[in-house]
């Protein structure tokens, strides 16, 4: 069963501070990588691809790709109360075509 | 009409009734999928359908009906369903191939009584 894993918070952050998300995942021929963001009662929104070791970023957004590890993480640095939501991890799985497997999701929470 | 629409946005239906999802996409992609999200669980992919052949996926019941008449449409068959069936029930679309960049619908919020 391949699987994504994500801690699913809360995760608190005051305004301004960086929010650190954290995914691992089970399938070591995965190549696609992407977070998205849930907010409460809407559907996901993809905000970030990433296809190979290193970093990515786009405005605040970073994200981080370890596959030695099998970790992928993303940053949102100026966190603003409109960051709060719930973050999604997924990732293709080699053997299963087009599909992506989705972790749990982290809810994240930005205070001002 | 822009990305992913579904409708209807929101639907109460009896256990006995019989209902259909329908989605659009208007990005020329050409593969589909059908998820349902419930509380506190992750999104369960129900249905794939890519160049309109579809995958199937062995755990979802029967009373879930998929229909890919095209690449631009996909519809869900609801009969007989019961209240567990209660969720959202989300399409997404993605380039196929090596492309697995997924964008959702909005959603059909199911109520079933």
């Known amino acids: 069963q391949k699987e994504v894993e994500q801690n699913s918070g809360p995760l608190s952050v005051p305004e301004g501070a960086i929010a650190s998300l954290n995914c691992t995942y089970s399938?070591?021929?995965?190549?696609?990588f992407f977070w998205y963001r849930q907010y409460s009662g809407k559907s996901p929104e993809l905000i970030m691809s990433?296809?190979?070791?290193g970093d990515k970023e786009d405005g605040r957004f970073t994200a981080q790709l370890n596959k030695a590890s099998q970790y992928v993480s993303l940053l949102i640095r100026d966190s603003q109360p409109s960051d709060s939501a719930t973050y999604l991890c997924?990732?293709?799985?080699?053997?299963?075509?087009?599909?992506?497997?989705f972790g749990k999701g982290t809810t994240l929470s930005v205070s001002s | 009409e822009t990305g992913v629409t579904q409708t209807p946005r929101h639907l109460v239906m009896g256990m006995t009734n019989k209902k259909s999802l329908k989605c659009e996409q208007h990005?020329?992609?050409?593969?589909m999928y059908w998820y349902k999200q419930s509380a506190k669980k992750p999104l369960e992919l129900m249905f794939v359908?890519?160049?309109?052949?579809?995958?199937e996926n062995n755990s979802v019941p029967s009373r879930f009906s998929p229909e890919c008449p095209n690449s631009s449409h996909l519809f869900l068959h609801l009969h007989t369903l019961q209240p567990e069936d209660s969720a959202l029930y989300l399409c997404?679309?993605?380039?196929?191939?090596?492309?697995?960049?997924?964008?959702f619908g909005p959603g059909t919020r199911l109520t079933v009584t």
């Open positions: 359908y890519s160049l309109e052949e579809r995958v």
């Open positions: 399938d070591r021929g995965s190549q696609s």
């Open positions: 990005l020329g992609h050409n593969a």
């Open positions: 997404a679309s993605s380039q196929g191939g090596q492309i697995y960049e997924q964008y």
């Open positions: 997924a990732v293709n799985a080699e053997q299963a075509g087009t599909a992506l497997i």
């Open positions: 990433i296809y190979s070791n």
